[in-house]
């Protein structure tokens, strides 16, 4: 134990002569930390939300019996199937649009709390525990969680209006409810959402059997399903978060590595002497297990902080972009529990041990008496540089066959990182090549030492070269693709939204009635309804739109494929059109046949296949007609009206005092491209930020690097010296050197950034959203990465050099003297 | 009278599922805007069979004591309460101001079942009309043919349901002062009318098995808006079926502090009516069973009404008869034994 504590004290010495080693480990486990459980805190903060979104009404509630037409049904049925002894409980859910700019809305769910199964909860209260008389009563009560109340900008008790002026129930905090939900009784329900005797479903917790057959035609049942549906549709997003943290991750451990392995290194004095002074090899290797424990318990601690302060940052982001993708709600603040964040620290300790073990493994059987010499290092890495090629080579072979047989987004990630780091592995074997090429061309000799003092510098600069790659060359990945989706987007969506006004009815009632009224204004030229139905094909959620015949189509949706007269047969029902990401999902084809699960409908061949960016559920284009004829229950969502620019303010007005109408339901074209393209936006701002990160975490490596590595080159700088090389144009030389190390190392990292993208948009987003994109090269894009990349490796070593400016002659002798 | 009522509501209402003792003073809350039971009032029928608008808390209360064929004793409890969260008339919607609850038991060999179900006023879902007479909540029924004479009661719950025909050729039974009956001696009362002479034939279910039973039942229809005073903690009450054909009804309100108040009434074999009070009455509890929940409560009862000879001991038939809903109480058929044989219903509450 005493011999444990001396060595740990004698290894632990090394650090106060070595400030910069030590806080470059701690840096990069630190950042590490701090990305990875950055991200995993946007990921399960995201998740835990859907959880409770999907759990709002939890309880024994095994089905549910839904309307066959329309949204909702009469109550009648209601008291009809309890009156047969059904033990049912009625739901009316609707959006409840609130005031503001920009509009937003609720989610509004009434309840009935008697006939709920008394083993329910409602957002975690339990029925038997709150205040009935209350809530059924007047005013009653609308319970939402704490961000719906931030969002409303209001206090518990107050009572806040809906976008019509309608005063709500008292406001009661439920810490436990979903965010954008609020919970009512049903009666207020029903009258905050004009609905009086509707109801939108049945909770079923028993049926003593069949549905009897004066209700069958109205109610069918279902049992319960994926009520992670919201998960799943979002899974692809954080994935890709899950796959940035990693890198990131990997990054920093990258740093922690380089920075524990030139420790080790320049200990290797120090550990002869301690196995020579007695000290059991065991002995040893515990008290660099345990040096290293501290510091990744450090790390980890500083980085689960700071991975705390980056998820709250980048959450309104994450929650926005999720919002406006997903309709899922995400709370704008972390609300994660304590041991949630404790696990950070296992994970630092994890990266710690992975970034450390190697090196001690290496201490256990480094042979004692070879020479600590830089040089002697250099020699040593010849086997390990071919070991590395051996494993780039395995995991390009891994990346090819996720390629090739691959068929899923985890398949897709695992491509890319095998790419990735097949390609951070053969950077140092390849920089090594490209300097011995050089060094046979040089004559001068002091080009000569130029080159050659930059090869022997490559070891110990290697893993920071191979973070600045990995970093660059996701940035031209990620940049890419992002800004290849955005023009893609932005162009698709000129084209799909150029009507004038959009126009959401409050039903199908309303919705005939608008296209009645709008066609008798002569302002309007084109008025387009579309009927829509809500579907499920192969479990996964699909919308069937329904329009009607009109040239404004041909110009208006763009198909990437389509067969002859594709418009002419869709109009008469004969065909449908699929959006890319459906067909990919059903493996289907231009001339396969889509059968639709309705009652009637015949399978009708596909004919036409268009893009729908960000539509997270499958997307059918049908006639209108042929729609309503096998969905009696297909509903009118939405109109589109065609008119002179100037004319659409005084034919909005009109619509909204005619209709009723609030600005959320009546939208210009304009609002609702800098909405869409917001969204776009918003979705990226993390993906962006997290990039950046990972660029600014590799430039920490190499300058965490370069510092330890000045430190270390005074003897290789003061033979030179002494020869008459005066100390500036040293530093000159220095710069230089990394100057070429770095932008060989950009010059590797464009084309790998640029197949990054490739495999970004041909494969991941395929997986992931199932829509390709076409690769765009942006080159001044690429130059600006460049520069960035040039600019942090000339900021990384430009303080290591200006330290060597100022050493003093006495210092550059002081090599000398030492050797003798 | 089935006091318990009332205090289930409260208790429903106010969010809490503690019976302790503090939550019996919401049955003497002050009724406030509610109607108010009068000494002066004359009952009138058929109207007085349907719900009181007005008045806080009402029940249709039916218990039938029933034999099968193998002469084993059965017991069968249908109740309705209704209870208003203010006063006014009932709506179309679901704004009513009713809240409706249904109670039903099967008590037999082997065990006692219960079920519960709530509902709200204004759809449908339950409620009672006076005139055909109906009262239903849910599948739960206690339907009139003609009058209120000859019912049909159809209740189930998990694992029991019953289908019983009632018919009584007798005259309604007016507690207290013609209907008007006192529940503290300090002014707190209920109107109360009975019909205690059913004839009872039909189907009990258990399980799987269907059994035909016969016997007899009594109707209890009470409403008020403040039947109790503050500092009254729970109750005994009495429904007998005396082998002469006499009824016995009698119940104490147990004083937190102080005696007890009891009241009855004595119905003679052709249904002649006599008010019994304290002084007329003694209860004595003589044995204790402890139920599932760990409650004990007096299970064989000393009664005595020496003014009509009356010195009986009451035995439960199955001394587990627990209602395990919402608000828990005792409630189940009884034998008398002593100076005259019979059966009957009794219901304990605040134990």
Known sequence: ????????????????????????????????????????????????????????????????????????????????????????????????????????????????????????????????????????????????????????????????????????????????????????????????????????RLLLAGAPGPLPADIAPFLELQTQQDDGGLQRLTDSFHLNL???????????????????????????????????????????????????????????????????????????????????????????????????????????????????????????????????????WRLAQGPWLRRQALIAGLLLLLALGCGVFGASLPSA???????????????????????????????????????????????????????????????????????????????????????????????????????????QQPAASVVLPGWRVDIQLQGWPVQVQGIVDHSVYRTRWPLLEQQPHAWQ?????????????????????LGDNLKLPANTSPALPVVGIYADYGNPKGHVLANAGWLRENWPQATLTGLSVDLAAERVPALKVALQRHFALDDSRVVEQARLKRWSTD???????????????????????????????????????APLWALGV??????????????????????MAIPLGLLLAWCLVAVVNVQAFGWRLPLYVFPVQLLQLAMLGLFTSLLASAWPLWQLARRQPRELLRPFADEA | MKRNAWLLLSVLLCGCDQPAPQSYAGLGQQAGEFSQVTRDHRLAFPQDHGPHDGFRIEWWYVTANLKDAQGRDWGAQWTLFRSALRPGPETTDWNSPNLWMGHAALTGPGGHQSGE????????????????????????????????????????????????????????????????????????????????????????????????????????????????ASGQTGWDWFSLHLDSGAKLMLFQVREARGDAYRAGT????????????????????????????????????RVQVPGHGVDVQVDAVEPQAWMQTRFPYWEGPVRLSGSAGGRGYLEMTGY
């Not at chain 1, 899950?242 to 920075?259: E, N, S």
């Not at chain 1, 040089?442 to 600069?461: E, G, K, M, N, T």
């Not at chain 2, 599932?292 to 299970?299: L, R």
Request: charged share 15%; with cysteine; aromatic share 8%.
């Open chain 1, 1 to 200: 134990m005493r011999l444990l504590s001396l060595a740990l004290m004698a290894l632990l010495s090394h650090w106060r002569r070595h400030r910069v080693q030590c806080l470059s480990i701690f840096t990069g486990l630190w950042l590490a930390t701090a990305l990875w459980t950055g991200v995993q805190a946007l990921n399960s903060q995201a998740r835990s939300d859907y959880a409770r979104a999907s759990a709002v009404l939890a309880g024994p509630l095994q089905a549910q019996l839904l309307p066959r037409t329309g949204e909702r049904f009469d109550q009648g049925l209601y008291v009809q199937l309890r009156r047969l002894g059904w033990a049912v409980s009625p739901v009316l859910e609707g959006r409840l649009r609130l005031p503001g700019e920009p509009a937003h809305s609720v989610r509004l769910i009434g309840i009935e709390p008697l006939s709920l199964s008394p083993a329910s909860s409602i957002a975690g209260v339990q029925l038997q525990a709150f205040d009935l008389q209350a809530f059924i009563g007047t005013p009653g009560q609308a319970w939402v969680g704490p961000d719906t109340l931030r969002q409303l900008s209001a206090n518990p008790a107050q009572r806040a209006r809906d976008s019509e002026g309608q005063l709500l129930p008292p406001l009661v905090l439920q810490p436990a409810l979903a965010p954008g939900v609020m919970v009512v009784d049903i009666g207020h329900a029903q009258a905050l959402l004009h609905a009086s005797g509707q109801l939108s």
């Open chain 1, 242 to 376: 899950t796959a940035l943290g990693l890198l990131a991750f990997i990054v920093g451990l990258f740093i922690a590595h380089a920075a524990i392995g030139l420790a080790l290194e320049q200990r290797r004095g120090l550990i002869r002497n301690l196995r020579a002074s007695g000290i059991s090899l065991k002995t040893l290797l515990y008290a660099l297990l345990l040096e290293l424990g501290l510091f990744a318990v450090l790390g980890g601690l500083a980085g689960v902080a700071s991975g705390y302060a980056l998820a709250a940052w980048l959450l309104p982001d994450v929650a926005a972009s999720l919002r406006g993708l997903y309709g899922a709600q995400v709370a704008g603040t972390l609300s994660l529990p304590a041991w949630w964040w404790l696990l950070g620290v296992l994970v630092s300790v994890f990266g710690a041990l992975l970034a450390g073990l190697g090196s001690v493994m290496r201490a256990a059987r480094l042979p004692l008496l070879a020479l600590a010499q830089p040089q002697a």
């Open chain 2, 117 to 228: 179900t709530l509902a709200r006023g204004g759809i449908g879902q339950a409620g009672v009309q006076a005139q055909p007479f109906r009262a239903w909540i849910d599948d739960w029924s206690l339907q009139g043919r003609g009058s209120i004479e000859n019912l049909r009661m159809v209740a189930g719950g998990d694992g029991f349901r019953y289908d019983l025909q009632l018919h009584s050729d007798h005259p309604l039974v007016l507690h207290g002062e013609q209907g008007y009956s006192e529940k503290s001696g300090k002014g707190q009362a209920s109107y109360y009318y009975s019909q205690p002479f059913y004839q009872v034939q039909g189907h009990i279910q258990r399980g799987s098995q269907c059994i035909a039973v016969t016997g007899q039942a009594w109707l209890d229809r009470e409403w008020s808006s403040q039947p109790l």
């Open chain 1, 679 to 717: 969204v776009f936006n918003r979705t990226f701002a993390a993906t962006a930020a997290l990039n950046s990160l990972t660029l600014g975490v590799a430039g920490v490596a190499l300058f965490i690097n370069l510092l330890t590595l000045g430190q270390s080159r005074l003897g290789q700088l």
């Open chain 1, 413 to 519: 990630f695992a491509m890319l990182a095998g790419l990735l780091l097949a390609a951070a592995l053969l950077l140092p074997g390849m920089l090594d090549r490209v300097l011995a090429w050089l060094a046979r061309r040089c004559q001068r000799p002091l080009a000569q030492w130029f080159v050659a003092d930059s090869r022997q510098q490559l070891p110990a600069l290697s893993l920071a070269l191979m973070a600045l790659l990995l970093a660059l060359a996701a940035s031209v990945g990620v940049g890419s693709m992002t800004e290849g989706f955005r023009k893609t987007f932005v162009g698709w969506l000129g084209q799909r939204l150029s009507a004038d006004l959009y126009v959401t009815p409050r039903d199908t009632a309303q919705g005939l009635q608008i296209v009645e009224w709008l066609e």
């Open chain 1, 726 to 747: 005066r100390r500036m144009q040293l530093v000159w030389l220095g710069l230089g050197q990394t100057l070429m190390l770095s932008s060989l190392t950009v010059l």
């Open chain 2, 266 to 301: 004595w119905v003679g074999p052709q249904g002649e009516v006599v008010a019994l009070d304290a002084a007329q009455i003694q209860l004595q509890a003589q044995a204790w069973s402890a139920q599932k929940n760990g409650k004990k409560v007096p299970t064989r009862w």
């Open chain 1, 569 to 589: 047969r869709l109009a008469r029902g004969q065909a449908v059109m699929l959006s890319e990401q459906l067909a990919r999902r059903l493996k289907l084809q």
